[in-house]
């Protein structure tokens, strides 16, 4: 009886392990898009008319602050937060105002989809931060294309409605 005890709580400790690693995971790779996010809202900001330039620098604003509780989060998980590459691939050319929408929108369908998988991953009060930077990015992403999307952060779901 003792030996089924104690193979059960093997088995709740890794599966806690488990759970606490994969947090971290998500939680890295939420850092990692707002990194990119904060790279890409400079080129936006670069090419974007004068009639949209103070909403992007609200949108690189936000991600700039949500990057930095992401790093303390990290921190606080005990893992180190990934630090921000020296630049970003672009998933194509940016030369005038019309790219810079569509990378913008682009940006915040991205950051959905990290959001998306941080929401799965968390619980409690971290997972309804989640779902807030996930509904942020939603309707940053729906300003820039003028229109929503049925699933925000569920690229699949939304293609399945479409």
Same mark, same amino acid.
């Given at each position: 009886?003792?030996? =089924?005890?104690?193979?059960?709580?093997?088995?709740?400790?890794? #599966?806690?392990?488990?759970?606490?690693?994969?947090?971290?995971?998500?939680? #890295? /790779?939420?850092?990692?898009?707002?990194?990119?996010?904060?790279?890409?809202?400079?080129?936006?900001?670069?090419?974007?008319?004068?009639?949209?330039?103070?909403?992007?620098?609200?949108?690189?604003? @936000?991600?700039?602050?949500?990057?930095?509780?992401?790093?303390?989060?990290?921190?606080?998980?005990?893992?180190?937060?990934?630090?921000?590459?020296?630049?970003? /691939?672009?998933?194509?050319?940016?030369? $005038?105002?019309?790219?810079? =929408?569509?990378?913008?929108?682009?940006?915040?369908?991205?950051?959905?989809?990290?959001?998306?998988?941080?929401?799965?991953?968390?619980?409690?009060?971290?997972?309804?931060?989640?779902?807030?930077?996930?509904?942020?990015?939603?309707?940053? @992403?729906?300003?820039?294309?003028?229109?929503?999307?049925?699933?925000?952060?569920?690229?699949?779901?939304?293609? $399945?409605?479409?």
């Amino acid at each position: 009886m003792r030996e =089924v005890r104690q193979a059960g709580e093997v088995r709740q400790m890794r #599966q806690v392990r488990e759970a606490g690693e994969a947090l971290a995971a998500a939680y #890295q /790779a939420a850092l990692r898009a707002e990194h990119a996010a904060v790279y890409g809202y400079g080129v936006v900001g670069g090419r974007i008319g004068k009639d949209r330039k103070a909403e992007a620098r609200a949108a690189y604003d @936000a991600h700039r602050a949500r990057r930095d509780t992401l790093q303390r989060t990290v921190r606080g998980l005990g893992e180190e937060p990934e630090p921000a590459a020296a630049g970003y /691939a672009l998933p194509f050319p940016v030369p $005038d105002a019309a790219a810079a =929408v569509r990378l913008a929108t682009e940006l915040e369908d991205r950051v959905a989809g990290v959001y998306a998988d941080l929401v799965a991953a968390a619980g409690g009060a971290k997972r309804q931060e989640a779902a807030d930077a996930l509904r942020e990015a939603a309707v940053r @992403a729906a300003r820039w294309r003028g229109s929503a999307v049925a699933f925000p952060g569920l690229a699949e779901r939304a293609t $399945d409605t479409a």
